[in-house]
């Protein structure tokens, strides 16, 4: 027994280290891989934020459309209603009945 602690003590003055405890996966390597996991994991998180983020503006953009183009049918429809309900008044005051004019639908 003798002989083998012999040739390990030698083996280290060759290497200048313990290569046994210097060589250990546990220590610095696994740090290493751990934080490139925490990178990998960034970097998917990253990316599905900004696809959520932009999937976001695209449908905020399309509401915007929506709503706009939805208000101009509104205000041309209360325009059409407007022009109907004062021809309905004047022949109601018994003015000259007001020829009806095509609307937009027909």
Known sequence: MSDKQSNSERLEKLCGFDPTKKLNATGKLLEEVAQELREEREAKAKESARDQLRKAVELREKMYNV??????QVAKFDKELGQLLSRL??????????????????
């Open 67 to 72: 709503r706009r183009e939805f208000e101009g």
């Open 89 to 106: 008044e004047v022949g109601l005051r018994g003015g000259a009945p007001v020829k009806d004019e095509p609307t937009s639908e027909e």
